[in-house]
């Protein structure tokens, strides 16, 4: 039996909240945010499923799905697949409620937009969860892409 | 709005079976495992989500998610994250209900299992959905790890 990683513990619930999306290559958008960050009995690891909806639209925009797991203390990885053919693997660190993940590979399908990098960074303060999600594709730098707040439900 | 690709219906649902997992660095194992293949309103793919239990103790054993994807009429993509530290990007064919993807990149964080490649072959023959999973893993050339059988419920 594993004991849970204390890492882990502030991540542990459901979130909901809107965001903000720009990226130099396409037009500014607004979304409506789910994540959810759960155990599995004895496991040591988190499942973290995301879902995002248009602000005004309510269509559905974006999913993803993965795993975050401790790498020792103040340390942890996470694992990423998205449907839009792109998977990422991170390290990073945490403190003081601060999960600072950068991307050690980013890969794609060969029917994929070109993404080769990413920063994402979590802020747990209680009941809110904050994030920004950075990234280098189709040939432009390390960019702010998407900044999101969220509250536990 | 997007058409749903008729290659990926057939995969579409629950799916409940056992398997049987086998390398040549660990011993043999029996596991009771649920998969489901889901859409999101709207969009072309599938969301695949994946859990096992030991057979004899009821153990969570492992669990992976990822995405399905269209590449064309027969060709098809799949990302999968796994909470073990390991991504695949997969590419393939589909022909007469069977999918078959080889694996374009497998990425590791640090403290994973050294995985380097993998082949996963699914096929559906009505509410009967069967794989095998070989990997080339720890040293190992590509060799079948995991043969299961899954019923539609």
């Known amino acids: 039996m594993n004991d849970f990683p204390t890492d882990l513990a502030p991540l542990i619930g459901t979130w909901r909240g809107q965001g903000h999306g720009d990226y130099p290559t396409i037009e500014a958008f607004d979304y409506f945010e789910e994540v959810t960050f759960s155990t599995i009995p004895g496991k040591p690891f988190l499942v973290y499923i995301q879902k995002t909806k ?8 974006h999913a993803e799905a993965g795993y975050v797991r401790s790498a020792g203390p103040g340390r942890i990885e996470m694992t990423i697949a998205q449907p839009t053919g792109i998977v990422e693997i991170h390290t990073g660190t945490v403190a003081d409620g601060v999960y600072s993940f950068a991307s050690e590979t980013v890969a794609t399908t060969p029917t994929a937009v070109d993404v080769t990098a990413c920063i994402r960074t979590l802020t747990v303060a209680g009941n809110e969860l904050s994030y920004v999600f950075s990234m280098e594709a189709v040939g432009e730098p390390m960019t702010k892409h998407l900044v999101a707040t969220l509250t536990r439900v």
């Open 54 to 61: 248009h602000a005004e639209t309510g269509a559905p925009l």
